[in-house]
C-alpha cells in the first residue's frame, strides 16, 4: 500500500478537504498578490466603496455578487421585486483601464475587473470572443459591469432566464 499524506498536511487545506487559502505557482506571486488584496481592502475602508472592484482579490466573490444582487432588490423594493426572481445581467465595456471608470454604475450595479480569458481574446469592436494570438495563451477581460434584473425581464429582453435544452 503507497503511503499517502492526509489532507490536513497540507496548510492550503483545512481537515475537511476544502481548501481555505490561494494557491499560486510560488511565492511571490502568492505575496504580491497578498499585498494587493490588503491594498484593496484597506483603500475600502478608508476612502469608501471603489468605482472598480479587482473580482480576483476576493475570496469568495460569489458572495460578493449576491450582495450586489441584494442591493439591487432593495433599491427597488416599491416595485415588489424579490431576490429569487432577480439573474444577473452583464455589460462588458470597451476599457480596460479602472481609473477611466469615472463613478458607479446607477443601478446599483457594480465594475469589475481581473478575469481573464484561457485561449482566446476579446474583440472590443466586434464585442465577442475571437481567437487569441499565436502563445497567447491568457488575454485579459475589459472592465464588465455586472449587475441584476428580474428573471422574466431578462427573458423579454432576450437574454439571461432559463436555458431551454431538448
Known amino acids: 500500500m503507497p503511503f499517502s499524506m492526509p489532507n490536513s498536511m497540507y496548510w ?6 476544502a481548501q481555505i487559502a490561494w494557491t499560486t505557482p510560488n511565492l ?9 488584496r490588503d491594498s ?19 475570496f469568495n466573490p460569489q458572495g460578493f455578487l449576491t ?3 441584494q442591493e439591487v432588490t432593495r433599491k427597488h423594493k416599491a416595485e415588489r421585486w424579490a431576490l ?11 476599457e480596460f483601464d479602472a481609473k477611466r471608470v469615472r463613478s ?5 450595479g457594480v465594475y469589475i475587473q481581473g478575469l481573464f480569458l484561457d485561449g482566446c481574446s476579446w474583440d472590443v469592436r466586434g464585442k465577442c470572443l475571437t481567437e487569441s494570438a499565436p502563445k497567447e495563451l491568457f488575454t485579459p477581460l475589459p472592465i ?16 439571461g432566464g432559463k436555458l431551454n435544452a431538448r
Open 12 to 17: 492550503y487545506i483545512d481537515a475537511s478537504g
Open 28 to 36: 511571490g506571486g502568492w505575496f504580491q498578490g497578498l499585498l494587493d
Open 40 to 58: 484593496q481592502l484597506k483603500n475600502w475602508l478608508k476612502d469608501g466603496r471603489p468605482t472598480v472592484y479587482w473580482m480576483t482579490g476576493f
Open 67 to 69: 450582495a450586489m444582487k
Open 84 to 94: 429569487d426572481d432577480m439573474v444577473y445581467k452583464t455589460n462588458i465595456l470597451e
Open 104 to 108: 458607479a454604475s446607477d443601478d446599483g
Open 144 to 159: 464588465i459591469l455586472v449587475t441584476a434584473t428580474q428573471n422574466k425581464r431578462a427573458n423579454d429582453e432576450g437574454r
